[in-house]
């Protein structure tokens, strides 16, 4: 029996449906997070993955079913009270302040957790600089702590990107196509620094991912999805020796070696 068993579910959805005029988008999904699991999300483009992220953090209403985080049903909240309630996100296009500094960005950010905002912008760079620099320095970023957001290499500003999701210290963050646009050592990389924090906090991540080798490599376990429908769910050597999932991704190979092809969910 995995340790993953005997964990307390984060995370609950239960049978999550959405529909874009007549097409089924997501189609009676349920699974469930552990405390401190990283659960991988993958399947074809159009699968319906990122329909999936963005009910969960209330970007958009399900037509069914029900998301329960520590507890509570999230159904109709706002994604700004998603997010106080401890769910974190990152996107698959980085969403930084271009103009401020790496450590500003980060600044930004826990003020806004320490809810500090209204009246405070000039005096951004005097607060919470030494909590902005332990996060900086976490994911590797506190030498560049100075430079500018906008000059950043890509990797890097994934890599802050992850900093800023973590000054809300959050109990879940979903995290979609973190490692897109990078280099494949940059993918192992950070999915690694991911790893390594989830073991520090007890920190809980659903992501999706393009690069199975990526998946393979970290994730605790992985869930498929085809066509609006959960697929398969379990641990790697499961998920890879699945059938049905070869079938989808390899058109019925033999080995499961492929990548899900790039694009939106």
Same mark, same amino acid.
């Given at each position: 029996?995995? %340790? ?13 449906? &959405? *529909? ?13 997070? @552990?405390?401190? !699991? ?8 159009? @699968?319906? &993955? ?13 037509? *069914?079913? #029900? ?20 769910? +974190? ?19 930004? #950010? ?14 951004? @760079? ?18 560049? #702590? ?18 800023? *999701? ?10 979609? !196509? ?7 050592? !940059? ?26 080798? %990526? ?13 609006? !429908?959960?697929? #398969?769910?379990? *641990? %790697? ?8 999932? &070869?079938?989808?991704?390899? +058109?019925?190979?033999?080995?499961? &070696? @492929?990548?899900?092809? +790039?694009?939106?969910?």
């Amino acid at each position: 029996m995995s %340790v993953l068993e005997f964990r307390e579910n984060i995370l609950e959805v239960r049978d999550l449906g &959405k *529909s874009f005029g007549g097409v089924r988008a997501v189609n009676g999904v349920s699974f469930q997070l @552990a405390a401190g !699991e990283l659960l991988a999300l993958i399947g074809p483009n159009g @699968a319906g &993955k990122t329909t999936c992220f963005n009910m969960i953090n209330g970007q958009l209403r399900p037509d *069914s079913g #029900a998301v329960i985080f520590d507890g509570q049903d999230l159904l109709g909240l706002s994604p700004r009270r998603i997010w106080r309630l401890g769910v +974190g996100r990152t996107f698959q296009i980085t969403a930084t302040y271009a103009s401020m500094t790496v450590r500003e960005n980060v600044q930004v #950010a826990l003020l806004s957790h320490h809810r500090q905002t209204h009246g405070v912008w000039r005096r951004v @760079a005097s607060l919470h600089v030494e909590r902005a620099d332990a996060l900086l320095a976490r994911v590797g970023m506190v030498e560049q #702590a100075e430079r500018a957001a906008g000059i950043l290499a890509y990797g890097d500003l994934k890599r802050l990107e992850l900093a800023i *999701s973590l000054a809300h210290d959050p109990k879940l963050l979903l995290m979609d !196509e973190p490692t897109s646009g990078m280099a494949p050592r !940059e993918r192992i990389a950070l999915m690694q620094l991911t790893a390594d924090i989830v073991a520090e906090r007890g920190l809980s991540v659903l992501f999706t991912e393009h690069d199975m080798d %990526v998946v393979f490599a970290h994730a605790d376990r992985v869930m498929v999805l085809n066509r609006g !429908e959960l697929l #398969a769910v379990g *641990s %790697v050597d499961e998920v890879r020796q699945d059938a049905r999932v &070869k079938e989808v991704y390899l +058109g019925g190979g033999s080995t499961f &070696k @492929a990548a899900d092809g +790039g694009g939106h969910a």
